[in-house]
């Protein structure tokens, strides 16, 4: 069965520091990857996906992502984080031509001021 | 707002009780999908529908779980004789869905989701 792992459960940086969530999938074929945000006390949205083409995709607020398929990995980064960026992180994973979201467990992001 | 809704937002039940969450997706939208979500986890796949056929159902269904999307609009989830066990988030979402494997299908938009606490 797919399955979806985030390394890092809680992180906590300060304003304008580095950021690098992993995730890594367990699916031998094709997908189409993930990162959903949600920010306190809001619903899930779409931070960026990957579907085809470059590995490297860039999503709203700043956030980016490398898809490394020998790694079966799809990483999260931001270069310089705000106190606004304190939320919950999950990546998804899709099989190509299946319906369902597989996600991970989630990591939460504190980002103190 | 033209984004996925859900109601109720929150619900408070006794154990044994049945209840019923409704959602309604983005009215362009021939796929909608249910998940749960506990606290500190993702949110778990149960069932999706293209228009009004349920093409999958996870195995965390279990027979008191029942979903219907009768006229391939809005749906309704309904739990028969709930258990503290299913106090969950229940979350919808809607994509559109085509042959195309491009982004604009099969991005998933999410609702807000209803909390259930079953005492």
């Known amino acids: 069965a797919q399955s979806v792992s985030q390394h890092n459960h809680h992180v906590i940086l300060s304003e304008a520091a580095s950021l690098e969530l992993g995730c890594n999938y367990s699916y031998g074929g094709t997908v189409n990857l993930f990162w959903y945000v949600q920010y306190p006390g809001q619903h899930l949205q779409l931070l960026l996906k990957?579907?085809?083409?470059?590995?490297l995709v860039k999503g709203i607020k700043g956030f980016e992502a490398e898809f490394i398929k020998s790694k079966f990995s799809f990483n999260l980064r931001k270069p310089s984080v705000q106190w606004s960026d304190t939320a919950e992180y999950f990546c998804a994973v899709k099989v190509r031509g299946g319906g369902k979201l597989i996600f991970g467990q989630g990591t939460e992001l504190s980002v103190k001021p | 707002d033209t984004g996925v809704s859900q109601d109720p937002r929150h619900k408070i039940t006794k154990r044994g009780q049945n209840v019923t969450f409704r959602c309604d997706p983005i009215?362009?939208?021939?796929?909608l999908y249910w998940y749960r979500q506990t606290l500190g986890q993702g949110p778990e796949f149960l069932t999706y529908f293209q228009n009004e056929a349920q093409l999958e159902k996870s195995r965390l269904l279990s027979d008191r779980f029942s979903a219907e999307r009768p006229k391939g609009s809005f749906s309704t989830l309904e739990i028969q004789r709930t258990e503290q066990g299913d106090s969950a988030m229940y979350l919808c979402?809607?994509?559109?869905?085509?042959?195309?494997?491009?982004?604009?299908?099969?991005?998933?938009?999410f609702g807000p989701g209803t909390r259930l606490t079953v005492l």
């Open positions: 979402a809607s994509s559109l869905a085509g042959t195309s494997e491009s982004s604009s299908y099969n991005e998933q938009f």
């Open positions: 009215s362009e939208h021939n796929r």
């Open positions: 990957y579907f085809s083409g470059d590995p």
